[in-house]
């Protein structure tokens, strides 16, 4: 029998939703049965037709308010958010000692600002719709130090995952659950420097314990569960994603 995940007439907000992981969520929750906002700031990929696709900068405020108001117009209700949309500049970020503080400004305005602004937007509609389930898209990086820093990555990644923590504390009361997924590597279009290097990327893959880099599916895997009504009293923690990475000494 085919396990329920309780989607169906359900309403979600997926940024980062133009690629990668945010696409891969995109297709899983509208092939369960919900209906689905896509944001992101590309243009609107195949494979989600039925999506009502919006697209624009995450970190301006005035797009998300209107992106999210037109989502909860047209499905009637906000259930779900996922905050997927995320920036990974690996020329530009680096050790914050050395790096460009305009680039530092930018990837927090989208990787946490971003996140925070679609948070705002989408509480006090599933919260007057009874509750609702919140993933945001940190990384294993900022669960652990990193000898080719990316510092802005990894520090609003980690501001993201306090960020969620908060929320989760605050509307526990209003059923609004709020967690955070760690992904390891992933073959995703962010990850694309892989794509002309296979040797870099089997070298990736052979220090992964489970022998391999993650899919945009397998993090979709695990946010539709934590979404779902099977996560129920899974809030305010860390799901890590990655192959058993972050567990090697
Ligand atoms: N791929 C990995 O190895 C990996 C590992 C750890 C964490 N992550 C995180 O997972 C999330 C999803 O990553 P992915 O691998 O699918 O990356 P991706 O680059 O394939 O997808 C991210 C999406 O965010 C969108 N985006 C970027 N800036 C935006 C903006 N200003 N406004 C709106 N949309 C914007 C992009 O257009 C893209 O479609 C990201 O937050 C990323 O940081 C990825």
Request: charge should be neutral; hydrophobic fraction near 50%; aromatic fraction near 6%.
């Amino acid at each position: 029998m085919a396990w329920d995940m309780g989607f169906a007439g359900k309403s979600a907000v997926v940024t980062g939703a133009g690629g990668g992981m945010g696409l891969a969520i995109a297709r899983a929750l509208l092939a369960e049965g919900a209906r689905v906002a896509a944001l992101d700031v590309k243009a609107k990929p195949e494979g989600i037709d039925d999506a009502l696709y919006l697209q624009g900068d995450i970190a301006d405020e005035g797009f998300v308010a209107d992106a999210v108001a037109r989502a909860a117009a047209a499905a009637g209700r906000i259930d779900h958010l996922v905050n997927a949309a995320g920036v990974l500049w690996f020329d530009r970020d680096k050790s914050a000692i050395d790096m460009d503080m305009s680039d530092w400004d930018r990837v927090f305005a989208i990787n946490l600002k971003g996140a925070v602004h679609a948070t705002r937007q989408a509480v006090p509609r599933m919260a007057r719709a009874g509750g609702g389930a919140i993933v945001h898209f940190a990384t294993i990086q900022c669960l652990r130090g990193d000898t080719k820093p990316q510092d802005a990555y990894q520090a609003s990644k980690a501001g993201l995952v306090a960020f969620s923590k908060s929320i989760a504390v605050q509307f526990a009361g209003a059923h609004i659950r709020s967690n955070t997924i760690c992904p390891g590597p992933t073959l995703t279009p962010m990850q694309a420097r892989w794509d002309e290097n296979p040797q870099a990327q089997a070298r990736a893959a052979s220090g992964i314990p489970l022998g391999r880099l993650g899919t945009a599916e397998d993090q979709a895997n695990a946010c539709l569960f934590l979404l779902s009504p099977r996560a129920s009293f899974i809030t305010g923690t860390e799901l890590v994603v990655d192959g058993g990475r972050l567990a090697l000494p």
